[in-house]
């Protein structure tokens, strides 16, 4: 069983920075893909980034969304069972409920491929 717990959401202003942290409980952190999430009322959950698994501290594979890539950086620290999402450039549409996952069966761009979810952090872009 894996417990996922995100941090860091808040208020922006455009063009502003957040760092979203997700912490997860488990000694396997590292066998698992992470990715990031995110969702406003009323539309469904969208990929943001994903990290692929890695026993390596000092690389893995990441994949982004076209709507972040290159505003975005998806990070791991093994070492402190957390993954990051650096968000820069914000926009207002960036604004969303983000959420953190692991553990993906098949597709990381599918959140119904991912088992483990954390409760969401709300992150709002004002223009």
């Known amino acids: 069983q894996v417990q996922l717990v995100e941090s860091g959401g808040g208020l922006a202003q455009a063009g502003g920075s957040l760092r979203l942290s997700c912490a997860a409980s488990?000694?396997?952190?590292?066998?698992?893909?992470m990715g990031w999430f995110r969702q406003v009322p009323g539309k469904e959950r969208e990929f943001v980034a994903v990290?692929?698994?890695?026993?390596?501290?000092?690389?893995?594979?990441?994949y982004y969304a076209d709507s972040v890539k290159g505003r975005s950086t998806i990070s791991r620290d093994n070492a402190k069972n957390t993954v990051y999402l650096q968000m820069n450039s914000l926009k207002p549409e960036d604004t969303a409920v983000y959420y953190c996952?692991?553990?993906?069966?098949?597709?990381?761009?599918?959140?119904?491929?991912?088992?483990?979810w954390g409760q969401g952090t709300q992150v709002t872009v004002s223009s």
């Open positions: 996952a692991a553990d993906p069966s098949s597709s990381y761009y599918d959140p119904s491929s991912f088992r483990y």
């Open positions: 990290i692929d698994w890695s026993y390596s501290s000092t690389y893995s594979s990441t």
């Open positions: 488990g000694r396997t952190f590292r066998n698992y893909a």
